[in-house]
């Protein structure tokens, strides 16, 4: 209705008020207690306002309530236990809040109820009682924060008719006769879990099942046969588990049968010819699998239902596609990444309800023999619904249709990359108006860009690298206004660069022109492209001094301009480019020093000066470059002493060969210098190190405050969108950068050894955090496939779970779930945030778990340690051991974790400007402990409290015992310390006393 305000106290003298229903508005504040007196209420449904604070108990005051409905508000807390005296409840829905704690054990006394939704809160227990309510039907309590076999006590239901508790924390494996007592069960979905152990061999005895799902757990085993007894059965879920096995015939024979989703798991042999003969099957899904052999020639004959078909990423082979031409209701089809050859197949054309096309990777062409046969291609574009057409990496052989868009405007991705592509570029693709994406690069299209590309107003992405393109770039590039992304790279374009590029400085995120035969000087204008990231001008012609404005860029991350005819003096504008990662401006002509700006380029990692006429001395600022891997100054003119800091001690020989005047240490290959000077160590440099521990440390600790917000009956789109999320399906750089603003500083999360992180948000609404790796650092390429294999098999409640990837031949990303809530640094230090000890406590414990889990509890396949992957230094926090020797090893991380132990208690850095000389953090609490027990000058005052305080004692004990704990993670010698699984279980013991001690004070 739109209403909004507070309730009015006066609406409790309606005595005779029998319904009170104020859903889908935007009332908010707490209620007015007034409302008790309405003794005669049947009906309360507040649901979709914005009420706060926690639920009055004297909602239990209302004896003739039958349905009680606070969805979708801001309540938290716990639900008071006198809700559950309502006798005549029938139906509670609670879901949608911030709710947390226990279930009461009181909702045992619901015995009337049917229907109970607790969804979307934060709830981490079901008690036994549950399992005696006799009259209910529904439960739902997903996305919660159950733990342990929280889905024991449902099991007694006999009423029960749907059951759903995805999105919890619950593990152990599912009970042999879990069915034995749900003799009414229709649903079931256990999804998202930790669940483990064998999908149950007696699951036939739930006879009324319609659906069946417990995807993305960590099931093993073979599919039970025995599940084609459920004659009723229509969805059954079990993708992304670790599932074995051939696909059971006995349950593609079921009757119902609709929805079989089985991706990302590991069965294999062949896909059962009799699930082509199910007449009631719309979606098949069987991706990422090891599956073999092919698909029976005439698939679509006995599937007039099919709308879904994913069958990617297996082992299939086939002399000819199947025909698909009596699917007429088909909407999607992905069989990439397969074997399958021959021509691609006219069917297809017949498909008008088509929509996605995916049938990249594998070994197809366009048969050519006759007219008809070679009109394939061309009738695809003409496809009225289909929005996304890969076919990309196929032997096609073929030219693109002149007649390729006169029909469709529905087309908004394009990718026909690897595909030996000839021919011009048609003039008619100018009517895909719809086209986003348009990707036809490494083919052999010859040939001028035409010029009717400027109609292609909705362009985001141009790829068009490695082909032969001639003429020159036109200016009508300059009209597509949207466009982010361009890449003409590896062509025989001509002329000069236009200087109307500069006018798409609003939406160009990456440019890359290398390898072509432009000539002329750098337009001025072309500067203005202010939010550049990537810029790639290498292997041309190009002239004349760079311009000073070159400083406009302050975005760019990596800059290429290598191999052209550039002279003058480096720019000292240069300096300004603080978030520039890699840049190379190699074999040119340029001339004069290198600029002493360059110091404040803290994020440079690779920077290649080689084969210029540079002079005179190296500037020992460049010292100041503490994240520089790759440095290249050989074939200049440069003199003087080598600088030794920083960075410059992993530089070898090769960095400055050929440049005749330098000086330095006899590993470098040249003469030692007459007189060197004394370097005194910079540690304000030093801050400019990053720990990769603890990142891991601090994201899982933001984890445990992470609030998943997602709404019953939204179940479908939800599993839409989950399935979006397990397919891998294929995020493009386009889509990344759309998703970070361009890949944009406002964006970035943190940075690491290979790369950044940024936040991000995709197109259907998944916020996400995403790792872009530096593919120009040696072993990057190594790290993302080492990153993709342990991310994807670590399962863990506080470490991230990977959502998808981008792997490009040039552009390789880990997309991530995202952690919204911050870490735990801005909880410790924000104003607005405040942890009491207990809080404290438990992310600390949860922490340890994590670790704990890295060092024991995971191997990756190849035996290697975790700790390879993810170590490194952080000023402070940094084992002895690693600073003095470079030593890694995980009691270096107990070293690291000892450390925030202590930091989250006293709320002190360990690089506070306190901490001078000899004393640090580790000193400043072993003074308090030893011998004076002052334990109170150094913990944090909020979470001690006073003396007054009833449970003064119990904290300060408490506290102490963290402190020892803290010290002995912390011992100077490695072997001397505890380890992490210690250190756990020392942590649990603390809180339990802690709890004993204070009376359960939530202090």
């Given at each position: 209705?739109?209403?909004?305000?507070v309730?009015?106290p006066?609406?409790?003298?309606?005595?005779?008020?029998?319904?009170?229903?104020?859903?889908?508005?935007?009332?908010?504040?707490?209620?007015p207690?007034e409302?008790?007196?309405?003794r005669?209420?049947k009906?309360?449904?507040f649901?979709?306002?914005?009420?706060?604070?926690?639920i009055p108990?004297?909602?239990?005051s209302?004896?003739?309530?039958?349905?009680?409905?606070?969805w979708?508000?801001?309540?938290?807390?716990?639900?008071?236990?006198?809700i559950?005296n309502l006798?005549?409840?029938?139906?509670?829905?609670?879901s949608?809040n911030?709710?947390?704690?226990?279930i009461?054990r009181?909702?045992g006394?619901l015995?009337?109820v049917k229907?109970?939704?607790?969804?979307?809160?934060k709830?981490e227990?079901?008690?036994?009682?549950?399992?005696?309510?006799?009259?209910?039907?529904?439960?739902?309590?997903?996305?919660?924060?159950?733990?342990?076999?929280?889905?024991?006590?449902v099991?007694?239901?006999?009423s029960l008719?749907?059951?759903?508790?995805?999105?919890?924390?619950?593990?152990?494996?599912?009970?042999?006769?879990?069915?034995?007592?749900?003799s009414?069960?229709?649903?079931?979905?256990?999804a998202?879990n930790?669940l483990?152990?064998?999908?149950?061999?007696k699951?036939w005895q739930?006879?009324e099942?319609r659906e069946?799902?417990?995807?993305?757990?960590n099931?093993?085993?073979?599919?039970?046969?025995?599940l084609?007894?459920?004659?009723?059965?229509?969805?059954?879920?079990?993708y992304?588990?670790?599932?074995?096995?051939?696909?059971p015939?006995?349950?593609?024979?079921?009757?119902?049968?609709?929805?079989?989703r089985l991706?990302?798991?590991?069965?294999?042999g062949?896909?059962?010819?009799k699930?082509f003969n199910n007449s009631?099957i719309?979606?098949?899904?069987?991706s990422?699998?090891?599956?073999?052999?092919g698909?029976p020639?005439?698939?679509?004959?006995?599937?007039?239902?099919?709308?879904?078909?994913?069958?990617?990423?297996n082992?299939?082979?086939?002399?000819?596609?199947?025909?698909l031409?009596?699917?007429s209701?088909?909407r999607?089809?992905?069989?990439?990444?397969n074997?399958?050859?021959?021509?691609?197949?006219i069917?297809?054309?017949?498909?008008?309800?088509?929509e996605?096309?995916?049938?990249?990777?594998n070994n197809?062409?366009?048969?050519?023999?006759t007219?008809?046969?070679?009109?394939?291609?061309?009738?695809?574009?003409n496809l009225?619904?289909?929005?996304?057409?890969?076919?990309?990496?196929?032997?096609?052989?073929?030219?693109?249709?002149?007649?390729?868009?006169n029909?469709?405007?529905?087309?908004l991705d394009v990718?026909?990359s690897?595909?030996?592509i000839?021919?011009?570029?048609?003039v008619?693709?100018?009517?895909?108006?719809?086209?986003?994406?348009l990707?036809?690069e490494n083919?052999?299209?010859?040939?001028?860009?035409?010029?009717?590309?400027?109609r292609?107003?909705?362009?985001?992405?141009?790829?068009?690298?490695?082909?032969?393109?001639?003429?020159?770039?036109p200016?009508?590039?300059?009209?597509?206004?949207?466009?982010a992304?361009?890449?003409?790279g590896?062509?025989?374009?001509?002329?000069s660069?236009?200087?109307?590029?500069?006018?798409?400085?609003?939406?160009?995120?990456?440019?890359?022109l290398?390898?072509?035969?432009?000539?002329?000087?750098?337009?001025?204008?072309?500067?203005?492209l202010k939010?550049i990231?990537?810029?790639?001008?290498?292997?041309?012609?190009l002239?004349?001094?760079?311009?000073?404005?070159i400083?406009?860029?302050?975005?760019?991350?990596d800059?290429d301009?290598?191999?052209?005819?550039?002279?003058?003096?480096i720019?000292?504008?240069?300096?300004?480019?603080q978030?520039m990662?890699?840049?190379?401006?190699?074999?040119?002509?340029?001339?004069?020093?290198?600029?002493?700006?360059?110091?404040t380029?803290?994020?440079l990692?690779?920077?290649?000066?080689s084969?210029?006429?540079?002079?005179?001395e190296?500037?020992k600022?460049?010292?100041a470059?503490?994240?520089?891997?790759?440095?290249?100054?050989?074939?200049?003119?440069?003199?003087g002493?080598?600088?030794?800091?920083?960075?410059?001690g992993?530089?070898?020989?090769?960095?400055?060969?050929s440049?005749?005047?330098?000086?330095?240490?006899?590993?470098?290959h040249?003469?030692?210098?007459?007189?060197?000077?004394?370097?005194?160590?910079n540690?304000?440099?030093?801050?400019?190190?990053?720990?990769?521990?603890?990142?891991?440390?601090?994201?899982a600790?933001?984890?445990l405050?992470?609030i998943?917000?997602?709404?019953?009956?939204?179940?479908?789109?939800?599993?839409?969108?989950?399935?979006?999320?397990?397919?891998?399906?294929?995020?493009?750089r386009l889509?990344?950068?759309?998703?970070?603003?361009?890949?944009?500083?406002?964006?970035?999360?943190?940075m690491?050894?290979?790369?950044?992180v940024y936040?991000?948000?995709?197109?259907d609404?998944i916020?996400?955090?995403?790792?872009?790796?530096?593919l120009q650092?040696?072993?990057?390429f190594?790290?993302?496939?080492?990153?993709?294999?342990?991310?994807?098999?670590?399962?863990?409640?506080?470490l991230?779970?990977?959502i998808?990837?981008?792997?490009?031949?040039?552009?390789?990303?880990?997309?991530?779930?995202?952690m919204?809530?911050?870490?735990?640094?801005?909880?410790?230090?924000?104003p607005n945030?405040?942890?009491?000890?207990?809080?404290?406590?438990?992310?600390?414990k949860?922490?340890?778990?994590a670790l704990?889990?890295?060092h024991?509890?995971?191997?990756t396949?190849g035996?290697d340690?975790m700790?390879?992957?993810?170590?490194?230094?952080?000023?402070?926090?940094?084992?002895?051991?690693f600073?003095?020797?470079?030593?890694?090893?995980?009691?270096?991380?107990v070293?690291?974790?000892?450390?925030?132990?202590?930091?989250?208690?006293?709320?002190r850095?360990p690089?506070?400007?306190?901490?001078?000389?000899?004393?640090?953090?580790?000193q400043?609490i072993?003074?308090?402990?030893f011998?004076?027990?002052?334990?109170?000058e150094?913990v944090?005052a909020d979470?001690?409290?006073t003396?007054?305080?009833?449970d003064?004692?119990?904290?300060?004990?408490?506290?102490?015992?963290i402190?020892?704990?803290?010290?002995?993670?912390c011992?100077?010698?490695p072997?001397?310390?505890?380890?992490m699984?210690?250190?756990a279980?020392?942590?649990?013991?603390?809180?339990?006393?802690?709890?004993?001690?204070?009376?359960g004070?939530?202090?």
């Open positions: 209705m739109g209403l909004a305000g309730i009015p006066h609406l409790g003298n309606l005595s005779f008020l029998v319904e009170l229903c104020l859903e889908n508005n935007s009332f908010h504040g707490p209620l207690q409302l008790s007196r309405l005669r209420l009906e309360i449904n649901q979709y306002n914005n009420f706060t604070g926690t108990s004297w909602f239990g209302f004896p003739k309530l039958q349905t009680f409905i606070l979708g508000n801001g309540f938290s807390g716990f639900i008071p236990s006198a559950f006798s005549a409840l029938e139906q509670i829905d609670l949608g911030q709710l947390s704690g226990s009461p009181e909702i006394n015995t009337m229907g109970i939704y607790l969804d979307d809160n709830f227990e079901l008690p036994n009682e549950i399992g005696s309510l006799g009259q209910l039907e529904e439960l739902f309590v997903q996305d919660n924060a159950l733990k342990g076999s929280a889905f024991v006590p099991l007694n239901i006999s008719i749907v059951f759903t508790l995805y999105g919890n924390n619950m593990n152990g494996s599912l009970p042999d006769n879990m069915c034995e007592h749900l009414s069960i229709q649903r079931i979905n256990l998202q930790q483990d152990g064998l999908i149950p061999s699951l739930c006879k099942l069946i799902v417990l995807a993305s757990n099931f093993r085993g073979s599919i039970p046969k025995s084609g007894n459920l004659t009723y059965l229509s969805k059954i879920l079990l992304e588990n670790n599932l074995e096995g051939t696909i015939d006995e349950i593609v024979d079921l009757p119902q049968l609709e929805i079989l991706l990302i798991n590991n069965l294999n062949f896909i059962p010819i699930l009631m719309r979606e098949i899904g069987l990422f699998n090891q599956l073999s052999g698909l020639e005439n698939i679509g004959l006995n599937v007039p239902n099919l709308e879904i078909l994913y069958v990617a990423g082992n299939l082979v086939a002399g000819l596609l199947p025909n031409s009596n699917a209701k088909l999607e089809l992905d069989m990439s990444i074997s399958f050859t021959g021509f691609l197949p069917t297809l054309c017949s498909l008008k309800n088509l996605r096309l995916y049938l990249y990777s197809l062409t366009i048969d050519a023999s007219p008809q046969a070679a009109s394939t291609f061309s009738c695809l574009f009225r619904n289909l929005r996304e057409l890969y076919l990309g990496d196929n032997p096609l052989n073929t030219t693109i249709p002149a007649s390729c868009g029909i469709s405007t529905s087309l990718s026909l690897f595909s030996n000839k021919g011009n570029i048609p008619d693709i100018a009517n895909l108006s719809s086209l986003i994406t990707d036809l083919n052999q299209l010859s040939g001028a860009i035409p010029t009717s590309i400027q292609l107003q909705n362009l985001q992405g141009l790829y068009l690298k490695d082909n032969v393109l001639r003429r020159h770039i200016y009508e590039l300059c009209q597509l206004k949207n466009l992304e361009l890449d003409l590896g062509n025989r374009l001509t002329g660069i236009p200087s109307c590029l500069g006018t798409l400085s609003v939406a160009l995120r990456s440019l890359s290398g390898s072509n035969l432009l000539t002329s000087k750098i337009p001025s204008s072309f500067w203005e939010h990231l990537h810029l790639k001008l290498s292997s041309n012609s002239v004349g001094p760079l311009s000073e404005d400083g406009k860029l302050k975005g760019v991350v800059m301009l290598s191999d052209n005819h550039f002279s003058g003096n720019p000292r504008t240069l300096g300004g480019l978030k990662i890699n840049f190379s401006l190699a074999n040119n002509k340029l001339e004069g020093s290198i600029p002493n700006s360059f110091e380029m803290l994020s990692e690779f920077l290649d000066l084969k210029n006429n540079l002079s005179g190296i500037p600022s460049l010292e470059l503490l994240y520089l891997k790759h440095l290249n100054l050989s074939f200049n003119k440069l003199q002493e080598i600088p030794t800091g920083g960075p410059f992993n530089f070898s020989a090769d960095s400055f060969i440049n005749g005047a330098l000086c330095g240490a006899s590993r470098l040249v003469p030692m210098c007459k007189y060197r000077t004394k370097v005194k160590p540690w304000r440099k030093a801050k400019y190190i990053i720990s990769g521990v603890i990142s891991v440390i601090l994201l600790s933001a984890a405050i992470l998943l917000r997602k709404k019953r009956n939204l179940e479908v789109v939800q599993e839409t969108a989950s399935l979006r999320q397990v397919l891998w399906r294929r995020v493009s889509e990344l950068v759309r998703a970070t603003n361009g890949l944009h500083e406002s964006n970035l999360l943190g690491g050894g290979f790369g950044s936040r991000g948000t995709l197109s609404g916020d996400i955090a995403v790792k872009v790796f530096n650092l040696e072993g990057a190594k790290s993302f496939d080492k990153e993709c294999e342990m991310l994807s098999n670590i399962r863990h409640r506080n991230i779970k990977i998808s990837c981008c792997d490009e031949l040039d552009f390789k990303a880990l997309i991530l779930q995202l919204p809530n911050g870490s735990l640094e801005n909880w410790l230090y924000s945030c405040s942890m009491n000890i207990l809080q404290r406590l438990d992310i600390m949860d922490v340890a778990l704990e889990y890295l024991h509890g995971y191997s396949s035996g340690s700790m390879e992957t993810i170590t490194l230094a952080t000023v402070g926090y940094m084992a002895p051991e600073g003095m020797e470079g030593i890694v090893s995980t009691r270096g991380d070293y690291s974790f000892g450390i925030v132990l202590m930091e989250t208690f006293t709320k850095k690089t506070d400007e306190m901490f001078v000389g000899e004393m640090d953090l580790k400043w072993a003074d308090s402990l011998p004076d027990a002052a334990i109170d150094v944090d979470i001690l409290g003396e007054e305080d009833g003064f004692v119990s904290r300060r004990d408490c506290l102490s015992s402190m020892i704990l803290a010290l002995a993670c011992a100077a010698l072997e001397e310390r505890i380890n699984k210690d250190a279980v020392t942590l649990n013991k603390i809180k339990t006393k802690y709890l004993k001690d204070s009376g004070v939530n202090s």
